[in-house]
């Protein structure tokens, strides 16, 4: 079973309002020289901070994308590679230490001499295994012994908090097996979308091939053939969001009764999920369908399938042929990428999937200050205020909902830079000369910590991020928002800044974080984490009529000819913007105590906050690598997660004087307050 947890909290106790008084005289946190001045805020707010950049700035030759987010992500690189090295260093690396495990396991991949002179050797033993499958019991069976290991199968995994009773584990299971960014790559009939299909099959071809298989041309047709098949009956991303509908708990011996031909205790049993006495299917229909789809598909085609995945799990840590296939298809083909990553900087990004915590340990008490942990309380304090006061105000809801809607907000808890507790990784065995191996002993003691949590209690202190993560989330079964230290430098967060810029970018990030907790799918669960409904009819009927006209304004968003944002597919996140940004700018009013903004660098607080806003989502992408985002990523492209907001938002207008005429001025009946 493959780990995606997507969901990860204590009560939060009170809320406080904390001014930062003292801090006049900072720097206003904007960078002037990536402007462009003859596009007007009032048009185009993303352009008019950004335009000098976009101009001027070439995606480097390894990136399908680039922006703030990958600068930020650069460092933190560029970081870890220094703690490798040091590591690497040691010379009393103790065997099972963290200097031995990592530097090894780093030296293994940048030993490319070794990965030479083995070829195909490491692929082997996984591939006999696939080859030994005699029945479709023996399918089951190895299908989960190699998920393991981290083979990608029809149907992936997670352990977390049980939606329907937040103090038990219970384990997620849903819809898989394709390797496409989307069920569109495979059932669309327009010209891009059959020739990255027919490179695809060239792309199998070349490394079976390449592991020496037979008939190799003919089983990558068949490979694609299944996994087309297997896109038919998945769900859509957009179905696939419902909260509601994704939540099916199962008694395994009525998945047995009511999903015959796949063999469900012998997928089970390999992975220790056996022990599970339920579970909690996302996509039932895909499953029933996947079931029968098992005895009526030739033997020979699933194992052409699996053989797939085997070598494509795997060729980044083989020779240079397999690795360049690899490249050429899944970055360069799907995403726009023109080269490949410089080995050492792949060497870091394997090491520190692998052994996360470990890195983030040493980097926290490295590269982080402890004032921004501090300062980032401060600004959370006053966003949850900030929501209190909002949500106590709305006008739309009513006392019953309204309630239950603080009562959630009191329980939100909050979780900054690191974890209280760390991973132990000492059972990892790190070999010299055997990549492959430590990757797949990585992959089990991961999948081994996943399926520990069955039948425990909730651990309340988990991360489902490392502390070197340039990103943030809320898990509504646990009703946290987490913020790891390496999103908490500029341009998100200075420590050496004005307030008014630091709440327009991580305090609308907060604040977006909060928001998911009463976005479309967030606002189910209650303050406990539990999925439960807590609304009175008509106040859903009032949310819903706000969140339709939400979906409408990103239908007409294009960040390209012929692509167009999907408003369903991304309302979640463009309710979080929307409210997180709308929030940040209270909570901003609150940091000042009653006291006017100053003017920094010619610009009023507010315009600063919301030019702040702007400039964190810096951003710019391959055209391949926006066709993959706006059909499979539930957030909109950043230009519209900047600009989108805007236009429902009062302050916006009497910041910059936004007037009828000018492309973000929306009709007053036309703007959208949810939050």
């Known amino acids: 079973m493959s780990n995606r947890s997507a969901f990860t909290a204590a009560v939060l106790s009170a809320v406080v309002v904390v001014g930062l008084a003292g801090q006049t005289a900072l720097k206003s946190g904007l960078d002037s020289t990536t402007f462009d001045k003859a596009v007007r805020p009032q048009d185009d707010l993303f352009r008019h901070v950004n335009g000098g950049w976009l101009t001027k700035t070439e995606i480097p030759s390894d990136r399908p994308v680039y922006g703030t987010f990958i600068q930020l992500d650069e460092k933190a690189e560029a970081n870890l590679y220094a703690l490798i090295e040091e590591l690497a260093g040691n010379k009393d690396k103790k065997p099972g230490s963290t200097a ?8 293994g991949f940048m030993d490319e001499a070794t990965l030479s002179t083995l070829g195909a050797e490491p692929l082997k033993p996984r591939l006999a295994e696939v080859d030994a499958i005699a029945d479709t019991r023996a399918l089951a069976e190895t299908l989960g012994r190699l998920s393991v290991i981290g083979l990608p199968g029809p ?22 097996g394709t390797a496409l960014p989307d069920r569109d790559y495979y059932l669309k009939d327009d010209a891009k979308f059959t020739n990255i299909r027919a490179k695809y099959v060239d792309y199998l071809t070349k490394v079976f091939t390449l592991a020496g298989r037979p008939n190799a041309a003919e089983d990558a047709k068949t490979v694609l053939a299944l996994e087309t098949e297997l896109a038919r009956i998945q769900w859509t991303q957009v179905e696939s969001r419902d909260a509601v509908k994704t939540y099916n708990k199962y008694p395994v011996q009525k998945v047995i009764a009511d999903m015959p031909g796949f063999d469900w205790v012998a997928w089970a049993k390999p992975q220790g999920i056996d022990k599970a006495t339920e579970w909690v299917i996302s996509q039932p229909s895909f499953f029933k369908s996947f079931a029968e789809m098992v005895p009526k598909t030739p033997l020979a085609t699933w194992k052409a399938w699996m053989a797939a995945q085997v070598i494509t799990m795997n060729a980044s840590y083989l020779s240079k042929p397999f ?3 690899r490249f050429e298809f899944f970055s360069k083909t799907l995403s726009g990428q023109q080269q490949q990553r410089q080995r050492w900087k792949r060497g870091v990004q394997l090491v520190n999937s692998s052994m996360g915590e470990a890195l ?5 008490q490295k590269f982080f200050p402890a004032a921004s942990k501090a300062r980032m309380e401060k600004m959370i304090a006053n966003l949850l205020e900030a929501y209190r006061q909002s949500i106590t105000n709305l006008e739309w809801m009513t006392p019953d909902t309204r309630k239950e809607a603080l009562a959630k907000l009191a329980k939100f808890s ?4 690191y974890p209280n507790k760390w991973r132990d990784y000492s059972k990892l065995q790190v070999k010299g000369g055997d990549l492959v191996g430590t990757v797949e002993r990585a992959n ?3 999948t081994e910590y996943q399926i520990g949590k069955l039948g425990k209690p909730v651990d309340r202190d988990e991360w489902l991020m490392t502390p070197q993560t340039v990103n943030a989330y809320y898990n509504p079964v646990k009703n946290e928002i ?17 307030d008014a810029v630091n709440y327009g970018a991580i305090g609308a990030v907060i604040g977006h974080e909060i928001g998911h907790g009463f976005d479309d799918q967030g606002r189910r669960f209650d303050g406990d984490g539990k999925l439960r409904d807590w609304w009175k009819p008509e106040d859903e009927a009032e949310f819903q009529k706000r969140a339709k006209l939400l979906v409408e304004q990103f239908n007409g968003f294009s960040p390209a000819p012929g692509l167009k944002i999907n408003g369903e597919l991304t309302l979640g996140e463009n309710i979080g913007d929307l409210g997180g940004l709308s929030i940040a700018y209270q909570a901003y009013k609150l940091s000042l105590a009653g006291k006017p903004a100053p003017v920094i660098d010619g610009f009023t607080g507010d315009q600063r906050f919301f030019m702040g806003w702007a400039q964190a989502w810096r951003m710019k992408a391959r055209d391949e690598y926006l066709q993959r985002q706006v059909l499979a990523d539930p957030h909109a492209w950043a230009e519209f997660r900047a600009n989108g907001p805007l236009s429902n938002i009062p302050a916006f207008y009497d910041a910059f004087g ?5 492309r973000l001025f929306l009709e007053p009946e036309k703007r959208v307050k949810i939050w």
């Open 444 to 446: 089990r003691l991961e």
């Open 658 to 662: 936004v007037k009828p005429g000018d």
């Open 100 to 107: 031995q495990q990592v530097g090894d396991f780093y030296a």
């Open 482 to 498: 987490v913020f790891p230290a390496a999103v908490l430098q500029p341009p998100f967060f200075d420590l050496t800044a004005d």
């Open 155 to 176: 149907i992936g995994g997670y352990i977390e908090a049980d939606a329907g009773d937040p103090t038990q584990m219970a384990l997620y299971l849903f819809q898989g």
């Open 360 to 364: 983030g340990q040493l980097y926290v």
């Open 414 to 417: 909050p979780k900054i830079a």
């Open 323 to 325: 690795d360049e296939a």
